[in-house]
Structure formats: C-alpha cells, structure tokens
C-alpha cells in the first residue's frame, strides 16, 4: 500500500500522460475545525475525476465544478478560500466555522512531479518549493519538520517518509504492523536477527529488514522525537534489548507486547540494565488501544491507533487506554 502523497502524485502523472489537463489543490492554512491538515493533496481532472481529498467532501464538489468550467488555475498557480463567512461554513459543511486555505496549481513539467515521486519511492524525504508566480518548482533534500509554509510567493512542502517505526521481530503480527504503518507515512525498519522469520521481507514495500542485534540498530539509528519502537517478538533477549536503549532516546512511542503481568517483570529487569524509573514509565505494555483485538491483524491496529493518538497529543487515559480495568491479559500471549 502506497502513502497517500505517492497514490496523488501518480494519478497525476497517469492523467497528464494522457493529455489531460490536470489541477492539484494543496491545503496550506487552516483556522477553526478542519478536516484536513496543511499538506493534503488532492488532483482534478479537466473532466472532474478527481484523487485526494483536501476536506473530507465539504468542499470537493465546488472545486471540482470550478476547475472544470476553467474558473480556477488555468495558467498559474492560485489561491482560494472557503469558510471565510459564517454563511459560507454553513453552505459548505465546514465544521465549527472551519476556514480552509488551498493553493491550485495547474500541473506542467515544471511541476517536477515525476522526480519528486523518483524520491518518495526512494524514500527519501524532499522539500518542495513552488514560485506562485511563475509556477516553476524546485526539490531540495529535507533537514527535518514536516511543516507547509506559505507566505503568497512562495509555497513550500515536505513529502515522503515523516516518521519512523522499528519493529522488533519478523514474525505474522511484525506484518501486518509494517503494512499498516506504510500506509501512515512511516519508514519502516524490521529488526529480526533470526533467519527463520526472514522469509517474504524483501517482497514488502517500503520495510526494510535488518539483521543487526537490536540494541545495536537502535544507537544506530539515532532515534528522535519522530520515531516509535515496537518490540513484539516474546523473546526478552531481543525485545529488552531493544528498549533499554529506545526508552533512553527521544521517540515519541516505545511499546512493548506482552500481558500486564509480562510488562511488570519486564519494567524490573528494565531497571536491572540502569533503565531509570522515568524511562522505564514511558513503556506503553500492554502495547496498544483497549479494542478487544484477538487477531493479529487487529492487534497490529490497536498498536497503531496508540501509536496515532500519542503523535497527536490526544489524551488516553480513558476508557481505551493501555487494555486497562479489567483487560489483564495480551490474547496473543
């Protein structure tokens, strides 16, 4: 499964090989309640079809109407607004007075579409940066953030992997995890020095395999405040290994599998490797939201549900949190 940049990106290109004129619609600001952060994507075709969403279906059918009777972006890139007036929230099903801000950008070689593609499947992360005025683009490698900036002249993106996530062992839960983390925009790593969970790893992508001992691929990784460690493979010689040394650095979510039972013991043995009482508090095990999964494919859900509300500073100490109240025990277990 493809990122959400790569599927736009490439029906645009599919389009404009076709000879198509085609319009892409970038969210740059947002005030109020929005459905859709700075950064989403969407593409119209000339004849309406359309890729990406830049509202959740608030705005969509006006664009595409105005982008087909060519009252949008014929030449050079604009902008456009919606939600400015209580008047227009309402008669667009914005929420709570939502006001969206979108540049339209008629798409040419100029774009540099097909190269910024070339760098997103090549994982790599890319800052893009369009002229409004002559609507040339230019790539550059991207340092960090992925934080849209526009000031009227000069509108600049950042596209391709925005977060990382280790996983700690190969096996069917490690799969569907990877899968389902692509999909998010992560970069995925699989650390598995065991040759007989190898098999199929090459075949998925956007996961890469390493056989490096887990400590060492996590001080080699040099995790920041982008990164999640997952470690779910039951073996204490690898999962501990792992987060002695993830708990120490700046990830957002380090998280381990494992009963409420297991986790205690395993937050003891934390502390036998200097692992602080502060470090060894920020383990989230159980690993994963309260859904009542059984599956793996379930489990692999409710981690990256946590995962997800975690990254966005909800708050879970509520009833889903952590396979908390009477949900004592990790079904895979």
């Not at 404009?16 to 600001?29: E, F, I, K, L, Y």
């Not at 001992?213 to 999962?239: G, N, Y």
């Amino acid at each position: 499964m493809n990122s959400l940049d790569i599927d736009v990106i490439r029906t645009a290109l599919d389009w404009q090989s076709r000879g198509q004129r085609v319009v892409m619609g970038t969210v740059v600001r947002t005030w109020g309640s929005a459905p859709r952060p700075p950064g989403s994507l969407m593409v119209i075709r000339d004849d309406g079809q359309v890729a990406g969403s830049v509202s959740g279906g608030c705005i969509e059918d006006d664009l595409i109407g105005r982008v087909a009777r060519g009252e949008l972006a014929l030449r050079k890139p604009e902008t456009t607004t919606y939600g400015e007036t209580a008047e227009e929230s309402r008669r667009f099903g914005l929420p709570c007075g939502g006001t969206v801000q979108l540049v339209l950008e008629p798409l040419s070689p100029a774009s540099q579409l097909r190269e910024l593609l070339a760098a997103i499947e090549g994982h790599q992360r890319v800052q893009r940066r369009l002229d409004m005025a002559t609507g040339l683009a230019q790539l550059a490698p991207a340092d960090e953030g992925d934080r849209v900036r526009f000031d009227g002249q000069m509108l600049t993106t950042v596209h391709g992997p925005r977060l990382r996530l280790l996983i700690i062992g190969g096996g069917q839960l490690s799969r569907y995890l990877a899968t389902m983390a692509v999909m998010l925009d992560y970069q995925v790593t699989v650390c598995e020095p065991r040759e007989e969970y190898h098999e199929g790893w090459e075949r998925m992508e956007g996961v890469a395999l390493s056989t490096t001992m887990p400590d060492d691929l996590v001080l080699a990784m040099r995790l920041d405040e982008h990164s999640a460690v997952v470690a779910v493979t039951h073996d204490p010689k690898l999962d501990d290994l792992a987060l002695m040394e993830a708990l120490r650095t700046p990830a957002f979510y380090v998280g381990a599998l494992g009963s409420l039972q297991n986790n205690a013991k395993r937050r003891e043995r934390l502390r036998e490797f200097d692992v602080s009482e502060e470090e060894a508090a920020r383990l989230h095990g159980p690993v994963g939201l309260n859904l009542g999964a059984l599956t793996p494919p379930e489990i692999a859900m409710s981690i990256v549900a946590e995962m997800t509300a975690i990254r966005r500073g909800m708050d879970l100490s509520g009833p889903l949190s952590n396979w908390s109240g009477s949900k004592t025990v990790c079904l895979t277990c």
